[in-house]
């Protein structure tokens, strides 16, 4: 199983095109828990949670805020997520450093586990 996340892409290593493509479409990680829960990136590099599940809007966008999105704190560690857009691939990796985000990077095949006692 997988969780879904979402990311502003402006806070991805894209170009412009890739960028506005993205900007709608959500991400799978396999970094988190594993129980089909939904997480996002702020703009301000935090990582937060719903409490609650989502209605959906569609398929592609966010979900209404029918819970309360949760901040978690102290995360330490690498969160890989990816999506296929076009049947191009796109894989990245955030890396938090107490409690934000301090680099996003295009992953290149290579597994990145951290810390990630914040989530247990």
Do not use: C
């Not at 806070?11 to 991400?27: C, G, H, I, T, V």
């Not at 590099?45 to 209605?55: F, N, P, Q, S, V």
């Not at 102290?74 to 997520?81: A, K, M």
């Amino acid at each position: 199983m997988f969780d879904t996340i979402w990311v502003n892409t402006k806070r991805l290593p894209l170009s412009s095109e890739e960028q506005k493509a993205l900007s709608k479409q959500s991400f799978q990680t396999k970094s988190l828990e594993k129980l089909l829960l939904y997480y996002r990136i702020t703009d301000e590099g935090d990582l937060e949670y719903l409490d609650k599940l989502a209605d959906w809007e569609d398929k592609e966008a966010q979900p209404k805020k029918s819970g309360k999105w949760v901040k978690i704190q102290d995360i330490h560690g690498y969160i890989t997520f990816y999506t296929s857009l076009d049947k191009e691939w796109f894989e990245f990796v955030a890396k938090f450093t107490d409690g934000k985000v301090v680099d996003s990077f295009r992953n290149t095949n290579k597994k990145y586990q951290g810390n990630r006692s914040a989530l247990n």
